[in-house]
């Protein structure tokens, strides 16, 4: 007998009328409309069933700490780390694994069961990082929370940095992270990127950069980034966040630029609510949006996915924890409103995402976890326009949150009385 059976679900492959089985946490069956003997069956109601959301880019360190000790007045990035510097010396460990866990809370509840969250290693007392390994442990058993040591004062422009970042890798943080754009010079920063490559490849682990987060188009690291990635055999194991400045490059640069980041396996995450509201900030008008390139790198062969970056930290007061949000916001900032460009979106916040942090068992496949999240919604386009209620989250076969679905009364003037489901 079954565990589960999920009946009449659409898929984002496009199938719908499609049931799922799953035995002992895993995925045993994907047919249309299986019968077949289960301890619980659920009708998905035509409904779409996706793998979970996942963010590959976030700040858990910094999470719900929306103005402590003071709001970002400018609203800037560089003011931004100015205040989380002087958050630092006053954070305990005991709060801001609360507040973690609290977001973790809130994630779980939109079917965001993956997170990549960069944890700054700036610090001799590493307080941030043993918080959030403490954190990862908790939450193992429905969000799979994996951390990236970020120097967040530059490795090389703060005392200290390198022995605090190699430090954090040995208690256990799996991905090299980096800030090139914030080291002293253009220099330094290639320096930095050079180092933490040949760091990453010696302990066998993955790379994940803030990279030319900035609008300087003459901004280089993701060169240098695509071409230590090739260098070092790190091909599918390297990531560039950000990148905005690619946005404000000079055209015949980027032609250039985007082969070498496809052939040299480096993978891109955009943060689009963090970049529209981040970047542009030193211009009048016209005002760049400053998001990197999606839909080119897209088309190069790129993979980009979506982050959401910050929820209620010094750099920004919004967020929830919905992925849809990201998505719907990067459709909108790189004008990807064609139908493929849409579908693109949703991938950016799953599937991509998943292909960035090397997700074992992730996805819809016969032998792939049980984990999935049903949305009230009938395709991967109305999930996005709606922001779609996530009427049922399950971790490997549990249920790990519920909503009802959401219907509006109208009683409207010279109308009949009717029940307008969110679609
Ligand atoms: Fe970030």
Same mark, same amino acid.
């Given at each position: ?121 700036? !610090?001799? *007392?590493?307080? #941030?990082?043993?918080?959030?390994? /403490?954190?990862?442990?908790?939450? @193992?058993?429905?969000?799979? $929370? %994996? ?64 990279? !030319?987060? *900035?609008?300087? #188009?003459?901004?280089?690291?993701? /060169?240098?980034?695509?071409?230590? @990635?090739?260098?070092?055999? $790190? %091909? ?188």
């Amino acid at each position: 007998m079954l565990d589960l059976l999920i009946t009449n679900a659409a898929l984002p492959d496009g199938r719908t009328g499609m049931s799922v089985a799953v035995q002992d946490g895993r995925i045993t069956a994907v047919e249309p409309a299986l019968s077949a003997p289960a301890k619980e069956v659920v009708d998905a109601g035509g409904y779409l069933l996706s793998p979970p959301f996942v963010d590959p880019h976030f700040h858990m360190d910094a999470t719900l700490s929306y103005g402590l000790p003071r709001v970002n007045e400018s609203g800037t990035l560089l003011e931004g780390i100015t205040l989380w510097g002087e958050l630092k010396p006053l954070l305990k460990a005991d709060a801001l694994i609360e507040r973690a866990l609290a977001y973790c809370d809130w994630a779980v509840a939109k079917g965001l069961l993956a997170i990549r969250s960069h944890v700054d290693t700036s !610090d001799a *007392s590493l307080l #941030p990082v043993e918080a959030l390994l /403490e954190v990862k442990r908790r939450v @193992a058993p429905y969000i799979d $929370l %994996q951390l990236v040591a970020f120097p967040q004062d530059g490795v090389l422009r703060s005392k200290g940095g390198l022995a605090n970042f190699t430090r954090a890798l040995d208690l256990g943080v799996e991905v090299v992270g980096g800030i090139p754009h914030f080291e002293r010079t253009m220099a330094e920063g290639a320096a930095s990127v050079k180092l933490l490559c040949e760091l990453a490849a010696a302990r066998g682990l993955l790379v994940d950069m803030h990279c !030319d987060e *900035s609008d300087d #188009p003459l901004s280089r690291h993701i /060169e240098t980034l695509s071409f230590e @990635a090739q260098r070092l055999g $790190l %091909q599918g194991r390297v990531n560039g966040s950000h990148c905005t400045s690619m946005h404000s490059m000079d055209n015949y640069y980027v032609s250039k630029l985007l082969p070498l980041i496809a052939e040299s396996g480096v993978s891109v995450i955009a943060n689009p609510l963090i970049n529209i509201t981040l970047q542009g900030r030193h211009d009048t008008y016209p005002k760049r949006r400053g998001m990197t390139r999606v839909p080119e790198l897209m088309a190069a062969g790129v993979n980009v996915a979506f982050g959401h970056d910050c929820v209620m930290d010094p750099w920004y007061g919004m967020g929830s924890g919905d992925m849809l949000e990201v998505a719907h916001m990067g459709l909108h900032v790189a004008q990807m409103t064609s139908q493929k460009g849409i579908r693109q979106c949703f991938d950016a916040v799953t599937v991509n995402a998943a292909k960035v942090m090397h997700l074992e068992g992730y996805g819809l496949d016969v032998g792939c976890d049980a984990s999935f999240v049903l949305l009230q919604a009938r395709d991967k386009i109305e999930a996005i326009r709606l922001r779609a209620n996530r009427l049922k989250v399950w971790k490997k076969g549990v249920l790990v949150a519920a909503t009802p679905e959401v219907a509006t009364t109208l009683r409207l003037p010279n109308r009949p009385p009717a029940t307008r489901l969110m679609t």
